[in-house]
């Protein structure tokens, strides 16, 4: 099957199958801005990474997310990854939600042709302040890079969340959420990316939530060693 075909059944059916219609959903506009540090020590390669998440409520800021993550590189296809991070969401004007997080990934990557895909298995061990609950939850993402140009490409990604458990905390069911992205990637120099996309998503609580989110990243790459 041609990739480029095959990227957008990814999409389409992702689209229709975790996009639920119901008058009871809630739905939003957003913009998420996300700026990524990256450098490689030999095999390994280390990430901070803050995000800033908007919407178009009372709120404004919805969420502020910093990241910090390692990882080992085994081979040009397999890579295993350490993460801790640490997230503030907004449930109202006065009233924020405050939130610690694990993850260990196990990452694959694949070339057909010119495009690139790559499988990413996540595990999050995640806590909420004031709670001793821990919450376990399994992601778990696909993502095609399909060169346009030689510096731009075309970025498709679907990603679905499970809950292996319920804490009090938790307003999620056990499938938490899906979020299905198209972007265009630019590769600016050696040491700099942008994109920016469109991301749908949706959070299964009751009721449904759904979030179209405009979507703008920057990766700098930093030099190792």
Do not use: C
């Amino acid at each position: 099957m041609n990739l480029s075909r095959f990227l957008y059944l990814l999409l389409i059916s992702g689209l229709a199958f975790f996009s639920p219609t119901s008058p009871a959903m809630q739905t939003t506009e957003k913009f998420w801005s996300i700026l990524g540090l990256n450098t490689n020590i030999g095999k390994f390669s280390y990430q901070i990474e803050p995000q800033v998440r908007l919407v178009n409520d009372p709120r404004v800021l919805e969420q502020f997310l910093s990241r910090f993550s390692g990882g080992y590189n085994a081979s040009s296809q397999w890579a295993f990854w350490l993460g801790t991070g640490w997230l503030s969401t907004a449930q109202d004007e006065d009233t924020k939600n405050q939130e610690f997080r694990l993850w260990q990934d196990v990452i694959y990557n694949e070339t057909l042709n010119s495009n690139k895909i790559s499988f990413r298995s996540r595990i999050e061990q995640r806590k909420s302040k004031g709670s001793d609950q821990w919450g376990y939850r399994f992601r778990e993402r696909i993502l095609i890079n399909h060169p346009l140009t030689t510096n731009i490409s075309l970025v498709g990604s679907n990603e679905f969340f499970i809950n292996f458990n319920r804490p009090a905390w938790l307003s999620t069911k056990t499938i938490d959420q899906n979020r299905l992205s198209i972007a265009l990637d630019q590769q600016a120099s050696k040491w700099l990316n942008v994109g920016a996309g469109y991301l749908n998503q949706v959070i299964f609580s009751t009721p449904i939530q759904m979030g179209h989110v405009v979507t703008f990243n920057v990766q700098i790459h930093l030099p190792g060693g």
